[in-house]
């Protein structure tokens, strides 16, 4: 039986390929980093503190995947055409990111998956912790039935709900989760980033926490503007948390709350700045092409966007300092909700194809 391909040995990755070798599939890792193939093929992958499993792990370079594979890709989107140029037309993917890439929008794939949990793994070892429970949502691109049975399904479901990893939870289509799950990391991801913090201080810090919020709802705002249908990712769904954050005094205490469970975690985008490169055109970038389709204003987005950009060009050092000029901006624009901003639809274009 041909092995369940993993292509990247990340937090998500190493989550799932677990899940699948405790419930009895054979896993293959294609993995990047030689540190990471070297110390899965001595010591296997793991989760947290539970016994290492062995898999199988291959270096990117040398992977030659075949025909009727099916590979699971857990990478960043800015990886992606480095992968597709590899697999085979033949080949069955089936994407569990975070981002909107126009590229493997436009390849033909049934199934795709979102993860509402959040996991962290070692930059240099398929060693990962789940430092927030959660689910994996898996459907269509397009809306279908379920009925058809799928040879990663049942091990994954089998290895990842009786050891407390995730659950699973079919649906019938996956955009609008995957939406869902935009509309919180296209808010966390570049302010955390930009600011080096954790993301327990985007609700500890109040200039971070003023901005986190009002980043929410703007991205509501153009989603819903856009005629997104969202679906539940988290404890309440889109439009009940857009409902807490018009009064100001629930959102305090929520955030309050919520805190304490988010702090030691780290958002996708922590430490892409000083490599130059993030998924910052995958997540802003995409709400910012469905703001201009529905002419509606995106200035926070557009502000977070330029300033992540302009620092990832630079590879500069993240500061709380780098979140003033959003906190001047969103001060001024306090009536900026009809207020115009220049269009990036040919920068975000650029930028995504460096």
């Not at 099916?70 to 597709?84: G, I, Q, R």
């Not at 058809?148 to 289509?173: C, M, N, T, Y």
């Amino acid at each position: 039986m041909e092995p369940v391909t993993i292509v990247g040995a990340g937090g998500i990755g190493c989550a799932i390929g677990y899940a699948l070798r405790a419930g009895g599939a054979t896993v293959r890792f294609v993995e990047a980093n030689p540190a990471k193939v070297e110390a899965g093929r001595r010591a296997g992958v793991r989760v947290d503190a539970r016994p290492a499993l062995d898999a199988e792990f291959i270096h990117f370079v040398d992977w030659n995947p075949a025909p009727r594979a099916t590979v699971l890709l857990c990478t960043k989107c800015y990886d992606n055409p480095a992968v597709l140029a590899k697999l085979p037309a033949t080949a069955g993917i089936i994407p569990i990111q975070n981002g909107f890439d126009p590229q493997l929008v436009a390849r033909s794939h049934e199934l795709e998956g979102i993860a509402s949990f959040v996991s962290e793994c070692d930059p240099d070892r398929p060693h990962t912790r789940i430092t927030r429970p959660g689910d994996l949502h898996i459907g269509f691109a397009v809306a279908q039935r379920l009925d058809r049975p799928e040879g990663f399904r049942k091990p994954l479901r089998e290895g990842a709900e009786p050891r407390g990893l995730f659950r699973i939870v079919d649906v019938s289509r996956i955009e609008p989760f995957k939406h869902a799950k935009l509309m919180y990391n296209a808010a966390i991801s570049p302010l955390a980033a930009a600011a080096g913090i954790d993301n327990g201080k985007l609700l500890s810090v109040p200039a971070a926490r003023r901005l986190f919020f009002a980043l929410l709802q703007e991205n509501y705002r153009i989603l819903t503007a856009a005629g997104v249908a969202l679906g539940k990712v988290g404890p309440f769904a889109p439009r009940t948390v857009a409902w807490i954050l018009r009064r100001r005094w629930l959102a305090g205490l929520m955030a309050k709350a919520f805190e304490p469970s988010l702090r030691g975690t780290y958002c996708s985008m922590a430490g892409e700045i000083q490599k130059g490169r993030t998924e910052i055109d995958n997540y802003n970038g995409h709400l910012i092409r469905l703001a201009e389709s529905a002419g509606v204003a995106y200035p926070l987005n557009h502000s977070v966007y330029e300033l992540v950009t302009r620092m990832t060009d630079e590879r500069a050092a993240p500061g709380l300092d780098r979140l003033e000029v959003l906190s001047e901006q969103q001060f001024e624009a306090g009536e900026t909700r009809s207020r115009s901003v220049p269009k990036l639809t040919n920068q975000t274009q650029e930028i995504s194809s460096r």
